[in-house]
């Protein structure tokens, strides 16, 4: 193996220790508690992870926690009545409605009835356009946080050649447009793409967002390149036998590892970092709106 290993947990750790330094800042000069309001329809176990986890790095971080945990038939009538409240909650800063929603409900809908100055998913259609445009806006937690990996390992990007495999609403377009703004040369592939292979060869920068395990391998990787790979896919035990199972990204590590400059192991490489760029964005929204 000759890449070298991001530790995500570690500096999703470092970025932890910096927001609860800014929450302290906050109580003690403006007497402000940044607050974050999470919205979770349904029992999708995942989601219940990620909405626990959440929760408890908000409180650890110094900041208020609200969790709003509603049953799967709740009406969008119902759920677009609780944003409206939040929105209008002087203690709520940051309102995330974690996805997705079940079927009945228009998700567009609710996000974009979200205050864009409270939305720290960055999924409202302003905070979209102003991302798009190069203006202020909150950005979408997961992209902003491989950013900051890639920029941490590389420096500048300027002039770079980016791939983003995935062209998702959340994450793919979203750091499509951060990369674009540090000035790299962004092309965005995806399941029609091509010779994808070959457009993953021509990449400094490798973004694999697809959510498919392992579908990239070594071979797909320029030698010394800077791999991160956003995939998180668990691998079901297999039936019979001793195996437990297992959570693989949609990079094949191993093979990888052997022909990368760097690369994000899974676990412990974007996915610490979604949640610390969420405290933080709480922190900016808090900040915007008591500045
Ligand atoms: N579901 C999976 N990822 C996300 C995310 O970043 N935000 C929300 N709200 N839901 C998600």
């Given at each position: 193996m000759s890449a070298e290993i991001i530790d995500g947990k570690a500096f999703a750790a470092t970025i932890r220790g910096k927001v609860a330094e800014q929450v302290r800042h906050l109580q003690d000069g403006h007497g402000v508690t940044p607050g974050l309001a999470v919205v979770l329809v349904g029992e999708d176990p995942a989601s219940q992870v990620y909405v626990r986890n959440k929760g408890q790095q908000t409180e650890e971080a110094g900041m208020a926690s609200f969790e709003h945990r509603l049953p799967a038939d709740t009406s969008e009538k119902d759920l677009l009545a609780l944003i409206a409240r939040l929105n209008a909650a002087p203690a709520v800063h940051g309102i995330l409605v974690q996805l997705p929603l079940p079927d009945h409900i228009d998700s567009a809908k609710v996000i974009n009835a979200i205050d864009p100055a409270k939305d720290v998913d960055g999924f409202h259609i302003s905070n979209v356009g102003l991302l798009a445009t190069g203006q202020k806006a909150l950005v979408p937690c997961t992209p902003l946080g491989c950013l900051m990996l890639l920029r941490d390992r590389l420096g500048s990007l300027a002039g770079m050649d980016a791939v983003v495999v995935g062209r998702s609403n959340i994450v793919g377009k979203p750091m499509a447009q951060l990369l674009l703004r540090d000035s790299a040369t962004v092309t965005i592939a995806h399941s029609r793409t091509r010779d994808l292979a070959e457009t993953c060869r021509r990449a400094d920068i490798l973004v694999a967002a697809v959510g498919r395990p392992e579908m990239i391998p070594g071979d797909w990787v320029k030698p010394g390149a800077t791999v991160i790979d956003v995939g998180i896919n668990r691998i079901p035990a297999p039936?019979?036998?001793?195996g437990k199972s297992r959570l693989v990204g949609d990079v094949h590590f191993d093979s990888a590892a052997q022909v990368a400059g760097a690369i994000t192991p899974v676990p412990g490489g974007v996915g610490p970092m979604t949640i610390a760029c969420l405290l933080a964005n709480t922190v900016t929204a808090c900040c915007r709106a008591h500045g």
């Open positions: 039936e019979r036998g001793e």
